[in-house]
């Protein structure tokens, strides 16, 4: 929605945003980030192998997907919108979504696999809990209490991220661990924690050092 308006899109016309997009197919390799992706969007933060500039990938033609796909052998379709000018190479688009905001230039619409055995299994019940009741995640500083996703590229989704893993651990489908990496946006400098819901700690995984964390 906040990408509509950005680009001076209506959002009640979606004949000019459909008039406005292209689509292209996105690979992923491990069942996580299926379902991520199908939750929350791609994450800016989590980007690798940016050979053709700072983005998104997607293929403009779906076999050329195949070889990012992995041992899930499965394909999103992505909507994208093309007033953010995404950098076309060959056979791919290349799309710089904001690291850290809240506007993505690109939805998926369709999830495809190439597995006849395994359904794809999206978890529906998930996304209910997100809507409207999304918990607040913080971590404890010398200061005081801090949210997560403040000051650091994930800002965008990492609440949700971890709202998702902890109504796993607690539905008993998940560990009581959580481990993810994010760029602090004041230095670049990137670091890699694990959340423990159990004892409700997070460590640095570089440094061994614990803060305790809280949900309200």
Known sequence: MNALKTLQLDVNNPEQIIKNGVFGWHGTKTDQAVQLIAHHNLDPGRRSGQVYGPGEYCAKDYRTSFSYMGPTETLFLFFILKKCKPYSFNVHYVINNPVGGNEMYMIPVLIATLNKRVPININCAEVGTMK???????WKDEKGWVDYGKGQNFEWNLQAVI??????????????????????????????YTLDFQAMTQKNNQTNFVRTIRSL
Do not use: C, M
């Not at 902890?166 to 890699?192: A, H, M, V, W």
């Open 163 to 192: 709202e998702e893993a902890y109504q796993k651990y607690k539905s008993n489908r998940g560990t009581p661990l959580i481990s993810f990496t994010f760029i602090r946006l004041k230095d670049k400098e990137k670091q890699r």
């Open 132 to 138: 409207g009741g999304l918990s607040k995640w913080q």
